[in-house]
């Protein structure tokens, strides 16, 4: 299996906010059907230096080294002044694309600049990718000790189309080749990274599996062929235990798991939202043929609306405060009577990242299950993430990991009640 090195470059890769993995995810999804394996990944910034002193690195490693960014026309675009310094090459003006980017610019009412130039220069016996979208194409060609060396677009849209390029030119050359790597994929909700290792360890074939967290899940994931049968695969999901189990075959998660299972039932279904804020309905309704059974939903985020559109008791809400297990039922009860459902769901919690208290904290929230016999109600909390106040990422990160999190134990809710499973294993059912 050859081995790639994708080489990030660009100052503003190091800034807050800046979506630094879209490219290396991009990557990561290409060469899953070639003989390739992703080895190394580096970011540096705009300097000749930095990138050369990469490259010297990468091609020690890799056999495939894959540039994003640096091919734009301003002076700190600087790769493909790097790339001729370490293949020890010059750069020479290309004519055809000289008249094409002439052409580009003029259809848009834009002159062809003296910065455009360095957009037509490439190093000697490179061959050309051509970018269909913007005005900066790459180029591929051999390097020191038979490294491909490829520089490629930083804008997502043109790296992804431009990578897709210069991978079926490698094939072309025989270079690479495609490659089966189908997986299977387990996907838990409800425990832990830890918790599932804990489950699995005197498994056999455990070295074989991939154990990752991927909020809100953790996912179990082995090359198809390497466990030695069905049977195998039946141990993992039993040791993990089925009720946590949200799919093992069709790569779903627990919206769309959910989705068929109300299909299934001909159960109908409504929610009361609150911190939430129509989450849960947004999620079941992404799928096609959710008004068989969505019926509708109350985003009651004021108490008012808790009293006034679901009828929650003013002394419950006075008494116990909008987040209690009574408030949840109350929700629950006057959703299911308002749209006449199966099934009502309701959830009222506290999103964050301020407004808790030692006695309700941030994450801590409640959902109510309402059915034609009786209204229960569970306690649920997802502990909070530590970053600085200072963070950039602070209440962003922790509302959302709150709201999605509520949302899809309310969903899980509902699946175990379909299932038959117990409904206070991943949250604690209230008395």
């Not at 043929?289 to 939903?297: K, P």
């Not at 600085?388 to 899980?412: M, Q, T, Y």
Request: glycine residues 8%; hydrophobic residues 40%; aromatic residues 10%.
């Amino acid at each position: 299996m050859k081995t790639l090195g994708l080489l990030l470059t660009g100052e503003e890769l190091f800034y807050p906010f800046f979506e630094r993995e879209r490219n290396f995810l991009t990557v990561k999804k290409k060469i899953l059907k070639y003989d390739l394996k992703l080895q190394e990944v580096l970011i540096v910034g705009d300097s000749v230096s930095s990138i050369t002193d990469a490259l010297d690195y990468l091609s020690r490693k890799c056999k495939i080294i894959v540039i994003s960014g640096g091919l734009g026309s301003t002076h700190d675009d600087l790769t493909r002044e790097a790339a001729a310094k370490w293949l020890g090459v010059n750069l020479v003006e290309n004519e055809q694309e000289k008249a094409r980017l002439k052409k580009y610019l003029s259809s848009r009412g834009k002159k062809f600049l003296s910065s455009h130039l360095k957009q037509v220069m490439f190093p000697q016996e490179a061959y050309l990718i051509r970018n269909s979208i913007g005005t900066a194409s790459g180029f591929w060609l051999k390097g020191k000790s038979s490294t491909i060396l490829a520089a490629l677009s930083g804008v997502p849209e043109e790296f992804e189309e431009m990578l897709e390029v210069f991978l079926l030119e490698l094939e072309k050359e025989n270079i690479i080749q495609e490659e089966s790597k189908d997986y299977s994929l387990v996907r838990i909700f409800g425990l832990s990274e830890g918790e599932v290792l804990n489950k699995l360890r005197n498994f056999n074939n455990l070295s074989s599996i991939n154990v990752c967290f991927k909020f809100p899940y953790v996912e179990l994931r082995w090359q198809k062929g390497v466990l030695n049968c069905e049977d195998e695969v039946k141990e993992i999901i039993t040791r993990v235990g089925i009720e946590y189990l949200v799919s093992s075959s069709d790569n779903e998660k627990l919206e769309q798991v959910v989705h068929k299972m109300l299909l299934q039932y001909r159960k109908t279904v409504s929610f009361a939202e609150s911190c939430t804020g129509g989450l849960i309905s947004t999620l079941l309704t992404n799928n096609p043929g959710s008004s068989e059974y969505f019926l509708g939903s109350v985003v009651s985020y004021a108490n008012s609306a808790k009293e006034g559109l679901l009828g929650v008791a003013k002394e419950t809400l006075n008494k116990l405060g909008a987040v209690s297990a009574e408030t949840a039922k109350e929700m629950a009860k006057g959703a299911r009577e308002k749209f006449k459902s199966s099934l009502s769901l309701s959830v009222t919690g506290i999103a964050g990242p301020e407004g808790g208290t030692d006695e309700k904290p941030v994450g801590m929230f409640y959902l109510g299950l309402a059915t034609r016999f009786e209204e229960k109600a569970f306690k649920g909390f997802l502990k909070p993430v530590v970053l600085r106040k200072d963070s950039p990422f602070w209440g962003n990160v922790i509302r959302e990991r709150n709201r999605c999190f509520a949302a899809l134990c309310a969903l899980d809710l509902l699946r175990r009640y379909l299932s038959g499973f117990s409904l206070s294993k991943v949250v604690e059912q209230v008395k």
